[in-house]
Structures are given as C-alpha cells and as structure tokens.
C-alpha cells in the first residue's frame, strides 16, 4: 500500500482543504430490517457504497456490536468513484424478540468512522 493511503491531515492542524481532499464514503441506506424471521435463520445483507472523494479510501476495520453479527469489507482501496460493498452476516439463534446490532466502520477517510444497522424481529422456535 501506498504511504499517501496513511496520511492523515486530521493530525495536521485540521487542515480542512486538505479534509475536502480525502476519500469519502457515501452509502445509499445505512440501516436494514431483515423483518420478521425465524430463531436460528442466518441472513446476509450487502451494503453498497461508493467514494465520492477525491483520494482512494482504506477500510481498516469492521467491527459488530454483538458477536452474533459479521462484517466482511474489501481489504483493498476503494478508488475515487468505486462502488463497493460491506456484507453483513447476522447469525438469529439464541436471539428472541426486537434486535438491532451496530456495525462500526473504520477508514483513513473523512469521516473517520461509518455506523451501519440491521434490525431483526426474531420469533422463538
């Protein structure tokens, strides 16, 4: 990876021309409801998202509120203009009634972090 993908102008006196300048995430929902669904069910969602900044953006980390939920993002840059995706497993067993999980996303972008949302109405087995 290219040193220019670790520079970070935030660290730099906030140096907001050069904010406007990085890469930047745009995603068209940030919150999924798988709806009513069985105990036990394991579903997938896809969000799909895009730099519509003007430097190539890392996603450095992913990470779930609550272990029965996986996040799996591109581990390489995104290029200015790219559409991606992060997919989100949610794994529905031993979790009865309302639930929303939060997915937090970590990139070298601005904004530095991203939060994505599934909700779920479980019904017992």
């Known amino acids: 990876l290219s040193t220019d993908l670790v ?26 409801d798988f709806g009513r669904i069985q105990e ?34 591109p581990q390489q840059p ?9 997919k989100v497993t949610f794994n529905s067993e031993g979790k009865k009634g309302q639930n929303q999980k939060m997915i937090i996303i970590t990139t070298n972008g601005n904004p530095s972090t991203y939060n994505l949302y599934i909700r779920s109405d479980v019904v017992p087995k």
């Open 40 to 73: 036990g069910e394991v579903l997938e969602h896809d969000f799909e998202f895009e730099n519509n900044g003007k430097q190539p953006l890392l996603i450095s980390d992913a990470k779930a509120s609550c272990g029965c939920t996986v996040p799996s993002f």
């Open 78 to 86: 995104i290029a200015p203009g790219e559409k991606n995706k992060i």
């Open 7 to 32: 520079h970070n102008p935030r660290s730099l006196n906030d140096d907001h021309k050069a904010l406007q300048q990085m890469g930047h995430l745009t995603f068209p929902d940030t919150l999924h």
